[in-house]
Nanobody, 114 residues
Framework: QVQVGESGGGLVQPGGSLRLSCAASGTFFDIYVMGWYRQAPGKQRELVATITNEGSRNYADAVKGRFTISRDNAKTVYLQMITLRPEDTAVYYC?????????WGQGTQVTVSS
């Protein structure tokens, strides 16, 4: 089994910053890709950013220049978010692709509001 846990969400004013964290644990040999997705009320889940085990990064156009994805070891990924906007409000989910399959965390709420 593989467990994925997120933390770091919360309420922030427009223009503010947050950092999300995600850690994977359990039985697996390797993690190929770690990523962040988000789902706003009434909308489909969408890609935010991904990072491979070789450090290759991919960002949605809506967050380029404002969000940064990083990994500090093989099992932990971060999403640094700056200049947050009300439209960034969503539940943010961490996704981990391992040799055992694809796994999701339960999500963390990010609310951008004054």
């Amino acid at each position: 089994q593989v467990q994925v846990g997120e933390s770091g969400g919360g309420l922030v004013q427009p223009g503010g910053s947050l950092r999300l964290s995600c850690a994977a644990s359990g039985t697996f040999f390797d993690i190929y890709v770690m990523g962040w997705y988000r789902q706003a009320p009434g909308k489909q889940r969408e890609l935010v950013a991904t990072i491979t085990n070789e450090g290759s990064r991919n960002y949605a156009d809506a967050v380029k220049g404002r969000f940064t994805i990083s990994r500090d070891n093989a099992k932990t990924v971060y999403l640094q978010m700056i200049t947050l906007r009300p439209e960034d409000t969503a539940v943010y989910y961490c996704n981990v692709i391992t040799d055992r399959g694809s796994y999701w965390g339960q999500g963390t709420q990010v609310t951008v509001s004054s």
